[in-house]
């Protein structure tokens, strides 16, 4: 009996380190021709004989790369009023009232139900192509299933957050959640 438990153990383990050799050979080479645009012009540039730079990935942007009026583009005029006024402290007393962090955190390492508000306000920036991000936060709350982040759950947010909040709340709860972001440290 000991002989066959000593067998399967020693399979187990080189079938791991099989699974493990397997799996560090498909790393991808960043050195490496990838699907692009542009791949066309760089094989022929390779058959020609001249050299290629591999592309650099360029860093999504933030909302410090944006103007003030960028931050807040396609909101409805009364809500960006609202917003201008707003007090991101009251926002963060509406989040722990409503019940918010019980779905969203702000330590990035926390699994929730729902996406995490570390650094939301530059996440916001690049999350719906087109949108601003304050426009997205807010669409966010008060139509949380116009767009899901991919992974989460789609009709676990409440809808009703546009007649439970007042305008000011609102606005307060998006200024809270644009503070959150890598330039404010939070």
């Not at 380190?17 to 022929?44: H, K, Y």
């Not at 409805?76 to 969203?104: V, Y």
């Not at 929730?112 to 690049?126: I, Q, R």
């Not at 304050?134 to 009709?155: C, D, K, Q, R, T």
């Amino acid at each position: 009996m000991k002989l066959n438990c000593t067998r399967h153990r020693t399979w187990l383990v080189a079938s791991l380190w099989v699974v493990a050799v397997a799996a560090a050979a498909c790393a991808p080479d960043a050195t490496q021709l990838i699907l692009s645009p542009r791949l066309g012009e760089q094989l022929a540039a390779l058959e020609a004989g001249n050299e290629v730079v591999a592309a650099v990935p360029t860093e999504a942007p933030t909302l410090a790369d944006l103007a003030p009026d960028a931050v807040v583009a396609g909101l409805p005029e009364d809500f960006a009023a609202a917003l201008a006024a707003a007090q991101p402290a009251n926002g963060e007393q509406i989040a722990l009232a409503r019940g918010c962090i019980g779905c969203h955190a702000l330590d990035p390492n926390a699994a929730m139900t729902g996406p995490t508000w570390y650094h939301v306000g530059d996440t916001a920036v690049s999350r719906v192509p087109g949108e601003s991000p304050a426009l997205y936060l807010y669409a966010s709350i008060v139509n949380p299933g116009e767009f899901v982040v991919p992974a989460y759950p789609n009709n676990i947010m409440p809808a009703n957050y546009a007649e439970q909040l007042s305008l000011e709340e609102l606005a307060d709860l998006v200024a809270y959640l644009l503070e959150q972001n890598a330039a404010n440290g939070s």
